[in-house]
């Protein structure tokens, strides 16, 4: 069973700043609206700032579900978002991932920094061990992921990666024309991760 053809919740990975230009709050909330149009419910970190509380205002506003997870140590800076469907405060980081991960049926990440690297590589990381076969998507606004994509081939260059592996990250720089890659994903039969890249 193809679960892209399943999805029902797409968890998003972005940052909590707003970015140095103006478009990537823009696309943030274009996103929000985007997962709402196709009547797919947000899961997402659960705060109001950034990149993060534009994302949840583009799917409320566009009518469906925002669920927000969000640590007991950011919930006290009153940091979480009013107007969520649900909200459930964590006592730690590693829940909340482990919840936003469990909650969804596939995942973006937007622009963001070291948080949203760490939880992007992870959920790759697990598709490559065949833990999960989610579509995984990379926003990639006004070039922001370049150097990233790049890095990744390096990465296969280098033989650190096996060039197929590439294929588990979808990559466009349109929100529609990255949800029908999502849509259509097929994963790839993985049971041999650990034998050396060729």
Known sequence: ?????????????CGSSEGGINSY?????????????????????GAHVGLMGAVADGALDGGTEAIGIIPTF???KELAHPRLTETHVVSTMHERK??????CDAIIALPGGFGT????FEVLTWAQLN????????LNINGYYDALITFIDQMAENKFLKPEYKHMLLVDSDIEKLLGKMEHYVPQVNDKWFETAK
């Open 131 to 138: 833990l999960h076969q989610k579509p995984i998507g990379l």
């Open 98 to 103: 482990t919840m936003m991960f469990e909650r």
């Open 74 to 76: 950011l919930n006290k």
């Open 25 to 45: 709050m823009q696309q943030a909330y274009a996103t929000g609206k985007a997962i709402a149009a196709r009547g797919y419910g947000l899961v997402y970190g």
């Open 1 to 13: 069973m193809n679960p892209a053809t399943h999805m029902k919740y797409i968890t998003v990975f």
């Open 117 to 120: 690297m760490e939880e992007l």
